[in-house]
């Protein structure tokens, strides 16, 4: 199994900026974010490969920046111009086929 830990949530301004963190203890080839508000589903933010190529939903493309440091094993969501749409439980996902594998999640308040 690989546990995944995050870090760098908190609460922030609207326009503001958060970066987030997730440190693996193993690699694998995909990697991503998701998020969750209350009372709502889970859903997709942006996701990256081995490789590099990465994935956005259309509701964070050209705010956020997902990378990867495969050295580190981490895993990393630079959020600019941050909405309160935008507040919720950020979760890391990791997997090979599917993400199988997922953090406790770090919440993001944006007011």
């Known amino acids: 199994d690989v546990q995944l830990v995050e870090s760098g949530g908190g609460s922030v301004q609207a326009g503001g900026s958060l970066r987030l963190s997730c440190a693996a203890s193993?690699?694998?080839?995909?990697m991503g974010w998701f998020r969750q508000a209350p009372g709502k589903e889970r859903e997709f933010v942006a996701r990256?490969?081995?490789?590099?190529?990465?994935n956005y939903a259309d509701s964070v493309k050209g705010r956020f920046i997902i990378s990867r440091d495969n050295a580190k094993n981490s895993l990393y969501l630079q959020m600019n111009s941050l909405k309160p749409e935008d507040t919720a439980m950020y979760y890391c996902?990791?997997?090979?086929?599917?993400?199988?594998?997922w953090g406790q999640g770090t919440q993001v308040t944006v007011s």
């Open positions: 193993g690699l694998t080839y995909k």
């Open positions: 990256i490969l081995s490789a590099g190529s990465t």
């Open positions: 996902a990791a997997g090979w086929g599917t993400f199988a594998y």
